[in-house]
């Protein structure tokens, strides 16, 4: 694991991980356009699945484990890999000029680090509710309907730059990931690379969708 | 043609190094571009100058030794292209070209454009080889390669091991040089009994020589003089994860 290509394999493993997490996220979101009850009833189904066999909140509590053991794991093999990168090239080139297609490969780290800070703020805003006018005690539904108020236009436009973000991020990890773990053959690279995109295209729509709703006013 | 040549000049692994500016006159567009150098270098030798060090060899793009970044790109902007198979004529009269070295870290400049790439021979000597006893040439067709497999191995095994993926590479790394290597044994009958541990030693040499780790930006292939494909560093990948994983 501490090799090159061993942090490599982590990021990929980990970044799959929360990849299957953001479907499923985005998902549950949609179901605010079945009304307030449906959200609602998703949310506590959450908190409820597999009970009685299992105390109240245990399967969400072990997703949020495994959630952060991603995130930090993830973490760590990109810084470690930067600084590996950043001591590579210790004299910079006067001049230099992309060669390869595609700018998402090069907003990655960039990218991760904006994307690191949206998930700080969206978690005081709809998970502990410190920075959403209803606070933690509200329903889901009110939560997330008063957070996307029309007078809290800029927390939609925070949300619009930090879901593009994951967007791009996506369509160039997603298919780094399989390239990392050796599952790309030459005839699938073209499938992996549209795959990527398409992925990362519904997921930003997906995600864009609910507070865009609200909004403007489409879901009250 | 009149060219402005803005060039790294070093005198040595310890000075510090700086960009200085030289007018070249009367080049010919048929010339190739050492050639252009070659002509900037007898200018500067008679004029008493230090002529500007630059490595080549067979100067028709087979051997590997030639290679500088030329307006921030590996080889110059001509695809598919060594430096010294690249000719004058892409270039503007009167335009201002900007010539450096490779720069990475496990490739110390020795002077001016000469970088040393030893760090690659360690790579190769740490597992790209076959250990059988190597005879005469056996006849073509006594093992059996399916067609596919070897036209892959061959397309793998023209890197001439230049270094221009890791002048190219963001992160400095040697993956698809060393990936080039290994998927060129990986793919044969004779390369099976070492392919994994080859894999595993290959690798890590690599990262020993503290060359960057590979975030698929694809920078390597679009500057490869040969045109090594990327998807060789996904072979590397698995050969090197199983190594791992066993
Ligand atoms: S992979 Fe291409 S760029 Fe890298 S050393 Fe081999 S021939 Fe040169
Ligand atoms: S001098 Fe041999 S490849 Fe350029």
């Known amino acids: ?220 | 043609m009149n060219l402005t040549l803005r060039v790294w000049r070093q005198s040595g692994p310890s000075d510090d190094g700086r960009m200085v500016t030289y007018q070249v006159e009367d080049v010919s567009p048929d010339m190739s571009f050492l050639e252009m150098l070659d002509v900037l270098n007898e200018r500067l030798i008679l004029e008493g100058d230090d002529p500007i060090a630059f490595d080549h060899d067979c100067r028709e793009g087979i051997c590997g030794m030639c290679g500088m970044v030329i307006n921030g790109v590996a080889h110059g902007e001509q695809r598919a292209t060594t430096t010294c198979q690249l000719h004058m004529r892409h270039f503007e009269d009167g335009a201002t070209i900007t010539i450096e070295p490779w720069r990475a870290a496990p490739f110390p400049v020795v002077k001016d454009l000469v970088v040393d790439r030893s760090a690659f021979d360690r790579i190769i000597q740490a597992g790209g080889f076959v250990s059988v006893p190597a005879g005469s040439a056996p006849d073509a067709h006594s093992i059996p390669v399916r067609k596919e497999d070897a036209d892959d191995a061959f397309d793998a095994a023209t890197c001439i091991g230049c270094g221009a993926c890791v002048a190219a590479c963001p992160n400095g790394s040697a993956s698809l040089f060393t990936a080039a290597k290994i998927t060129h044994l990986s793919l044969l009958p004779q390369g099976q009994p070492e392919r994994v541990s080859r894999a595993k030693a290959m690798v890590d040499q690599m990262d020993a020589e503290g060359f960057g780790g590979c975030t698929n930006t694809g920078e390597c292939t679009a500057v490869c003089p040969k045109g090594i494909p990327l998807d060789t560093i996904a072979q590397m990948n698995s050969d090197y994860l199983k190594a791992n994983g066993k």
């Open chain 1, 1 to 220: 694991m501490g090799s090159s290509n061993g942090k490599k394999a982590v990021m990929a493993v980990t970044g799959a991980v929360m990849v299957l997490f953001l479907v499923l996220h985005m998902l549950g979101n949609l179901k605010i356009f079945f009304g307030r009850d449906s959200f609602n009833d998703y949310a506590h189904a959450l908190r409820t699945l597999l009970e009685p066999l299992a105390p109240y909140r245990t399967v969400l509590t072990i997703v949020e484990i495994v959630l952060v053991a991603s995130v930090v794991l993830h973490m760590w093999a990109a810084i470690s890999l930067a600084r590996r990168a950043g001591k590579a090239r210790p004299v910079k080139y006067v001049a230099k000029k992309s060669q390869a297609s595609g700018y998402t490969t090069h907003i990655m780290r960039f990218g991760g680090l904006t994307i690191a800070l949206f998930v700080v703020w969206h978690l005081l805003d709809l998970t502990f509710g410190v920075v959403n006018p209803k606070g933690f005690d509200a329903a889901p539904a009110d939560r997330m309907v008063a957070g996307f108020d029309p007078s809290r236009w800029w927390v939609t436009l925070i949300y619009v730059v930090a879901v593009v973000m994951v967007g791009l991020h996506l369509r160039h990890g997603v298919w780094s990931a399989f390239q990392t773990l050796g599952w790309v053959g030459r005839t699938r690279t073209r499938t992996l690379r549209l795959g990527a995109g398409l992925l990362s295209g519904v997921l930003v729509v997906g995600f864009l969708a609910p507070p865009l709703a609200i909004t403007f006013g489409v879901v009250q």
